[in-house]
């Protein structure tokens, strides 16, 4: 019989590839619907939500965007933040007493010497943004949730990722469309980006989803986990083989308003401990991906 599952954000970039990856036959998880449209700022809409209580809760939604972090902080603490807090209250209310995993984000780590990379979960977390503050905060919100409710709560870090779907404000989705605009005549050769020597852990979504998975089935109460490739690639890197892969000759050109404060220039986490707890690992390369991203592009661009 299948476990229930509850996903909140479900129609963000993550939500959408979860949710296709538990309508799959073989999934052991059943994806358990909200009984109504619900807002997490607002205590009220999250009454009701829950006919069939879920196994476990896979706590997705939230403000993700750095540059709108710093230009409304209070409504990003308002979401991350508090936004956790009606939806554990809401939980404890109708009875819930199953797995928590709450979706952080390896952003809570801040500036890393180069000398303490890869990033380890021993790494003290600095963080540069009030996005980062905000994952930060509900993350020690939801461990303590678990020690008082006696939940087993865990808390993922992911690092960056891409995949299909991604909206074109995030770096490598944004290369993408704008090679595809390029190559369908839409745009002059000509690629706008913001600071590309920087070197970032990129993991396909997919097998994101597969560790959010894997970390519900195997992983300690408790415990925080890096989500990450182990890999670093600079962004100039990726976009050069997007550019390659689409056969399309482009010249790189900078805009200031693509350039992003606190900027960290070299970051690789270390997936040591969710491998050896769950036995995940990457399974889609880079070049898959890219493909993959391309592809999705193409067909978008066309529909634009």
């Known amino acids: 019989m299948k476990k229930r599952l509850f996903v909140t954000g479900l129609s963000g970039f993550v939500g959408q590839h979860l949710q296709s990856r538990l309508a799959l036959p073989d999934s052991s998880w ?49 979401i991350n933040l508090f936004g956790t807090l009606n939806l554990l209250q809401a939980l404890k209310a ?17 500036q890393v010497e180069t000398s303490a990379l890869p990033i380890t ?9 009030p996005y980062a503050v905000s994952k930060l905060a509900a993350e020690f919100l939801t461990l303590q949730w678990g020690l008082s409710e006696a939940w087993p709560v865990l808390v993922a870090r992911p690092f960056n990722h891409i ?5 074109d404000s995030f770096v490598i989705a944004s290369a993408a469309r704008q090679i595809c605009r390029i190559k369908q005549g ?24 597969s560790a959010y998975l894997a970390l519900l089935e195997n992983a300690t109460p408790g415990q925080v986990y890096n989500i990450c490739s182990g890999r670093e690639q600079s962004i100039r890197s990726l976009i050069e083989q997007l550019a390659d892969l689409a056969e399309v000759e482009v010249q790189l050109v900078q805009d200031p308003a693509r350039m992003r ?8 986490g270390s997936h040591a401990r969710l491998a050896k707890t769950t036995g995940w690992s990457p399974a889609i390369t880079t070049q898959q991906s890219l493909r993959a991203i391309l592809s999705d592009w193409e067909t978008r661009v066309r529909q634009e």
């Not at 009454?47 to 403000?63: F, S």
């Not at 007493?97 to 390896?106: E, K």
């Open 261 to 268: 404060r606190a900027e960290q220039r070299r970051v690789c």
């Open 186 to 209: 839409l745009q002059a050769p000509q690629l706008e980006v913001g600071d590309i020597d920087v070197t970032r852990d990129f993991l396909d979504v997919s097998d994101v989803v």
């Open 94 to 110: 109708r009875g819930f007493c199953g797995t928590f995993l709450y979706v952080s984000s390896g952003d809570v780590y801040g």
């Open 163 to 167: 995949g299909t779907a991604q909206k």
């Open 30 to 78: 059943e994806l358990l619907p909200a009984a109504a449209s619900y807002d997490l700022t607002d205590v009220g809409s999250l009454t009701d939500l829950w006919p069939q209580m879920p196994d476990a809760v896979i706590h997705l939604a939230g403000q993700t965007f750095v540059p709108e972090a710093f230009r409304d902080p209070a409504r990003t603490l308002d």
């Open 121 to 129: 979960e021993q790494q003290a977390p600095l963080p540069r943004n």
